[in-house]
């Protein structure tokens, strides 16, 4: 990554220069003689990404063979339409005959240029040609999901481009996995497209970013051919975008905005100024974000913007000694943090726009400016005194804190990892230019950030990974070295990247463990718990209600079951409806989490404590049991419905508690675990009910609520612990770990319990006050009693006075 970064400093000269390589390379590979065609794959096993290679090659060749042997670059140019219409055009005919409309014409274009020996027409027609075809190819993907037909969908799904990838680009979600996803029937075709779009979108508003530069740059050296190319790519890429434009803003001002466009294309073409052009397309294109970045990757983006710049003079003033550059690999490293921070404030800049346009764009200009101290400094054409280029970065700064959201700076705990792995990538850029003191440097930052950062979440919540990575981090165990004595002892590159792979494995393994889910058997077990709790609970209520209902009563047997029936279709619109608004506040993650799971905790200490009061179980039974007497008897007109609101009232309000306890656990773990414990809990329920309604045994009803409450009270400890974890990892409870104790880490996953202050007292309050609550509630009912048996007795002193 970071070899492909300094190809970047040097300058778009040389990725001018490699691009035309690289098309010279496959035009030998491409044609095995001078007059040689493109040959037409089998299209029966050929993808329709290699058809398209083909395509795209073929047109390659007859720009480069345009000069030397124009009948050759006619024939590759026919050839590649002759590939197109026989293998791709018939699906894009069917499914976006608009889009194979623009690549045919393309490619008419095409043939038309070679057959008149206009290369500046031929290289738009080439790039017209590429981008229709990825625009055909993204749609087709799209298609293919809603139709159901995932084969189709991953076919197509290759003929894509991906953002040039580092290490600090933009996260975004990855629509290979998406539809492999899909088709193994592990995610829904709404959230395989959304992930589609998301990731090429993205993709491709970074490719028309890329266009743009390359135009820009292709302009000053004067490359009449590569500057139309990349102009009519840019145009290209937008015409994709533009529905994305148009839905974001409006119809009008994308087809204003593909106009812009046009026009700069047509500039590029002719020897106008592209400035007037440029500027306009810029002004369109201004806060303008294809992909929104969740509310999640905003803030993880801020993060990584505010840190990459913190580094930036950390590894210039490194790097120069006495206005003189000392260490060339620490002018790249800060060019590299530089960049970094550039491309997370570019996918911020349309929400900063929003807050402060003035801001953005003093910060864009601020950016500006250190990249070009830090490219001269590079090049060492200009050496920037340390001072001010820690001057420009605290400014940039100042300004960014100003102008951000709150929330965007509060502390991301992934970021911390995204750095770390930044300075073991500058240790192992060290290593190959054999500067082992500054890979040691970089080891030594890279576990800094990790003691000073994850460290203290992985002591509590994770304590086993911390010896690994220890070990792996300094001399290692066995035959197993560490980086330390690797580095130390100027070992290989492969050595070291050997071991950095390990290191990395187990970095991912630490941070997935700080994520905060549980054992997905403790949540089924939890979730059935909860499911046979509240349905026993139903189902002794009704036991009890129906016990009376016998002989002329019986005939209202049949209104309470009807009521029972209503309340369990009103339970699972319940759950409906409180699934699709946390579907829609989704994006906030483990904040909705928390927040869902407090309320949880709330409703279930107040139910606990209910339970544990015999007053509570003895007035709500006492209250069913009065509405029936008063129905029975006729004090309430209309006894039908009376006894179906009164079985519905009797069952939906354990049906509501527990879709209430269900959300906190959905978000936790996911639906389907949630719903094989909601399964077993209601086996239970049916079992206890068959055998008390249809048998006409009687259970030992009092012993089973009292162990059912027992155990409630231990998911409530769970719960209470888990959400303590949550509130901690979102930044919304301190984290004090106890250094000096240590659980297992399945003792977290199963019973919610982790070595940190704050979530052994909260745990240990939650019991004192259920525990408590017990006591009072015992200590009330003596004294009642005791206080009924003195007022029976004073009557009693009254009718019997002491004689004389």
């Given at each position: 990554?970071?070899?492909?970064?300094?190809m970047?400093?040097?300058?778009?000269?040389?990725?001018?220069?490699?691009?035309?390589l690289?098309a010279?390379l496959?035009?030998l590979?491409?044609?095995?003689?001078?007059?040689?065609?493109?040959?037409?794959?089998?299209?029966?096993?050929?993808?329709?990404?290699?058809?398209a290679?083909l395509?795209?090659?073929?047109?390659?060749?007859?720009?480069l063979?345009?000069?030397?042997?124009?009948?050759?670059?006619?024939?590759?140019?026919?050839?590649a339409?002759?590939?197109?219409?026989?293998?791709l055009?018939?699906?894009?005919?069917?499914?976006?005959?608009?889009?194979?409309?623009?690549?045919?014409?393309?490619?008419?274009?095409a043939?038309?240029?070679?057959?008149?020996?206009?290369?500046?027409?031929?290289?738009?027609?080439?790039a017209?040609?590429?981008?229709?075809?990825?625009?055909?190819?993204y749609?087709?993907?799209l298609?293919a999901?809603q139709?159901?037909?995932?084969?189709?969908?991953?076919?197509?799904?290759?003929?894509?481009?991906?953002?040039?990838a580092?290490?600090?680009?933009?996260?975004?979600?990855?629509?290979?996995?998406?539809?492999?996803?899909?088709?193994?029937?592990?995610q829904?075709?709404?959230?395989?497209?959304?992930?589609?779009?998301a990731?090429?979108?993205?993709?491709y508003?970074?490719?028309?970013?890329?266009a743009l530069?390359?135009?820009?740059?292709?302009?000053?050296?004067?490359f009449?051919?590569?500057?139309?190319?990349t102009?009519?790519?840019?145009?290209?890429?937008?015409?994709?975008l533009?529905?994305a434009?148009?839905e974001?803003r409006s119809?009008?001002?994308?087809?204003q905005?593909?106009?812009?466009?046009?026009?700069?294309?047509?500039?590029?073409?002719?020897d106008?100024?592209l400035?007037?052009?440029?500027?306009?397309?810029?002004q369109?294109?201004?806060?303008?974000?294809?992909?929104?970045?969740?509310?999640?990757?905003?803030?993880?983006r801020?993060?990584q913007?505010?840190r990459?710049?913190?580094?930036?003079?950390?590894?210039?003033?490194?790097?120069?000694?006495?206005g003189?550059?000392?260490?060339?690999?620490?002018?790249r490293?800060?060019?590299?943090?530089?960049?970094?921070?550039?491309?997370?404030?570019?996918?911020l800049?349309s929400?900063?726009?929003?807050?402060?346009?003035?801001?953005?764009?003093?910060a864009?200009?601020?950016?500006?400016?250190?990249?070009?101290?830090?490219?001269?400094?590079g090049?060492?054409?200009a050496?920037?005194?340390?001072?001010?280029?820690?001057?420009l970065?605290?400014?940039?700064?100042?300004?960014?804190?100003?102008?951000?959201?709150?929330?965007?700076?509060?502390?991301?705990?992934?970021?911390?990892f995204?750095?770390?792995?930044?300075?073991?990538?500058?240790?192992e850029t060290?290593?190959?230019?054999?500067?082992y003191?500054?890979?040691?440097t970089a080891?030594v930052?890279?576990?800094?950030?990790?003691e000073?950062?994850p460290e203290?979440?992985?002591?509590?919540?994770a304590?086993?990974?911390?010896?690994?990575?220890?070990?792996?981090?300094?001399?290692?165990?066995?035959?197993?070295?560490?980086?330390?004595?690797?580095v130390?002892q100027?070992a290989?590159?492969?050595?070291i990247?050997?071991?950095?792979?390990?290191?990395?494995e187990?970095?991912?393994?630490?941070?997935?463990?700080?994520?905060?889910?549980?054992?997905?058997?403790?949540?089924?077990?939890?979730?059935?718990?909860?499911?046979?709790?509240?349905?026993?609970?139903a189902?002794?209520?009704?036991?009890?209600?129906?016990?009376?209902?016998?002989?002329a009563s019986?005939?209202y047997?049949?209104?309470?079951?009807?009521?029972?029936?209503l309340?369990?279709?009103?339970?699972?619109?319940?759950?409906?409806?409180?699934?699709?608004?946390?579907t829609n506040?989704?994006?906030?993650?483990?904040?909705?989490?928390?927040?869902?799971?407090?309320?949880?905790?709330?409703?279930?200490?107040l139910?606990?404590?209910w339970?544990?009061?015999?007053?509570?179980?003895?007035?709500?039974?006492?209250?069913?049991?009065?509405?029936k007497r008063?129905?029975?008897?006729?004090?309430?007109?209309?006894q039908?419905?009376?006894?179906?609101?009164?079985?519905?009232?009797?069952?939906?309000?354990e049906?509501?508690?527990?879709v209430?306890?269900?959300?906190?656990?959905?978000?936790?773990?996911?639906?389907?675990?949630?719903?094989q414990?909601?399964?077993?809990?209601?086996?239970?329920?049916l079992?206890?009910?068959?055998?008390?309604?249809?048998?006409?045994?009687?259970?030992?009803?009092?012993?089973?609520?009292?162990?059912?409450?027992?155990?409630?009270?231990a998911?409530?400890l769970?719960?209470?612990g888990?959400?303590?974890?949550?509130?901690?990892l979102?930044?919304w409870?301190?984290?004090?770990?106890?250094?000096?104790?240590?659980?297992?880490y399945?003792?977290?996953?199963?019973?919610?319990?982790?070595a940190t202050?704050?979530?052994?007292?909260?745990?240990?309050?939650a019991?004192?006050?259920?525990?408590?609550?017990?006591?009072?509630?015992?200590?009330?009912?003596?004294?009642?009693?005791?206080q009924r048996r003195?007022?029976?007795?004073v009557?009693?002193?009254?009718?019997?006075?002491?004689?004389?």
């Amino acid at each position: 990554m970071m070899k492909q970064t300094a190809m970047k400093i040097i300058g778009a000269n040389r990725r001018l220069w490699i691009c035309t390589l690289c098309a010279l390379l496959a035009g030998l590979l491409f044609v095995p003689s001078a007059h040689a065609a493109v040959e037409l794959p089998n299209s029966a096993t050929t993808t329709p990404a290699a058809q398209a290679e083909l395509i795209r090659q073929g047109l390659v060749q007859a720009q480069l063979k345009l000069q030397d042997d124009p009948a050759v670059a006619i024939q590759q140019a026919e050839a590649a339409q002759s590939l197109y219409l026989s293998v791709l055009s018939p699906t894009l005919t069917d499914i976006v005959p608009e889009v194979d409309d623009r690549v045919r014409a393309a490619l008419d274009s095409a043939i038309s240029a070679a057959a008149r020996g206009q290369s500046v027409e031929l290289a738009v027609a080439r790039a017209h040609t590429w981008t229709a075809l990825l625009d055909g190819s993204y749609q087709i993907v799209l298609h293919a999901l809603q139709s159901g037909d995932s084969a189709q969908a991953k076919q197509w799904l290759a003929l894509r481009e991906f953002r040039h990838a580092t290490r600090f680009s933009r996260p975004g979600a990855d629509a290979t996995l998406a539809v492999a996803a899909f088709g193994e029937g592990t995610q829904s075709a709404e959230l395989a497209e959304a992930a589609v779009r998301a990731d090429l979108l993205d993709t491709y508003q970074a490719r028309l970013t890329e266009a743009l530069t390359d135009l820009r740059s292709a302009d000053l050296q004067g490359f009449a051919n590569r500057r139309a190319e990349t102009a009519a790519l840019a145009e290209g890429y937008f015409t994709l975008l533009a529905p994305a434009y148009a839905e974001q803003r409006s119809a009008g001002a994308a087809q204003q905005a593909q106009q812009a466009f046009g026009a700069l294309r047509a500039a590029a073409q002719t020897d106008e100024s592209l400035a007037p052009t440029l500027s306009s397309v810029e002004q369109w294109l201004q806060g303008f974000r294809a992909a929104p970045l969740s509310p999640k990757d905003q803030v993880r983006r801020a993060n990584q913007l505010l840190r990459f710049l913190a580094l930036v003079p950390v590894e210039y003033s490194r790097g120069i000694r006495n206005g003189t550059i000392a260490v060339d690999l620490e002018i790249r490293e800060a060019i590299t943090f530089r960049d970094s921070a550039a491309a997370a404030f570019a996918d911020l800049r349309s929400l900063l726009d929003a807050r402060d346009p003035v801001a953005a764009a003093n910060a864009e200009q601020l950016f500006s400016e250190l990249g070009t101290r830090l490219s001269a400094a590079g090049a060492g054409s200009a050496v920037a005194p340390a001072s001010t280029v820690q001057e420009l970065t605290d400014q940039l700064t100042m300004l960014l804190t100003t102008v951000m959201p709150a929330e965007w700076q509060k502390i991301d705990r992934n970021a911390d990892f995204d750095v770390i792995a930044a300075s073991l990538d500058q240790m192992e850029t060290a290593v190959a230019a054999g500067r082992y003191d500054l890979a040691e440097t970089a080891r030594v930052d890279a576990y800094a950030i990790l003691e000073s950062g994850p460290e203290a979440r992985l002591i509590a919540f994770a304590p086993q990974y911390i010896p690994t990575l220890e070990e792996l981090f300094w001399y290692g165990q066995g035959e197993q070295k560490g980086l330390a004595y690797l580095v130390s002892q100027q070992a290989g590159r492969q050595e070291i990247a050997a071991t950095r792979a390990q290191l990395d494995e187990e970095l991912h393994a630490a941070q997935d463990a700080l994520s905060g889910e549980s054992a997905p058997f403790a949540v089924i077990t939890n979730a059935a718990i909860i499911v046979f709790r509240e349905g026993l609970e139903a189902v002794v209520i009704l036991a009890a209600l129906l016990a009376s209902m016998v002989g002329a009563s019986l005939i209202y047997r049949r209104p309470m079951v009807w009521g029972v029936l209503l309340a369990l279709v009103a339970t699972a619109l319940t759950w409906w409806i409180a699934q699709q608004i946390l579907t829609n506040f989704s994006r906030y993650g483990e904040r909705l989490e928390a927040v869902v799971s407090l309320i949880a905790i709330g409703v279930l200490l107040l139910i606990t404590n209910w339970f544990f009061h015999r007053v509570y179980w003895k007035d709500w039974m006492a209250n069913f049991h009065s509405r029936k007497r008063a129905l029975l008897g006729g004090a309430i007109s209309g006894q039908a419905l009376g006894f179906v609101l009164l079985g519905f009232t009797s069952v939906y309000r354990e049906g509501f508690e527990t879709v209430l306890f269900m959300q906190a656990l959905v978000l936790e773990s996911g639906i389907w675990v949630v719903l094989q414990g909601v399964g077993l809990g209601l086996l239970g329920v049916l079992g206890v009910g068959y055998i008390t309604f249809r048998l006409q045994s009687r259970l030992p009803y009092k012993q089973m609520l009292v162990v059912t409450g027992i155990l409630i009270g231990a998911v409530l400890l769970i719960m209470v612990g888990n959400t303590t974890h949550v509130l901690q990892l979102v930044g919304w409870a301190p984290l004090h770990p106890i250094r000096w104790l240590a659980f297992p880490y399945w003792f977290g996953l199963w019973f919610g319990v982790y070595a940190t202050w704050e979530g052994l007292l909260f745990q240990a309050a939650a019991a004192i006050f259920v525990i408590g609550s017990y006591i009072l509630a015992e200590q009330l009912q003596k004294r009642r009693t005791s206080q009924r048996r003195a007022n029976a007795r004073v009557p009693m002193a009254a009718t019997h006075p002491k004689a004389g």
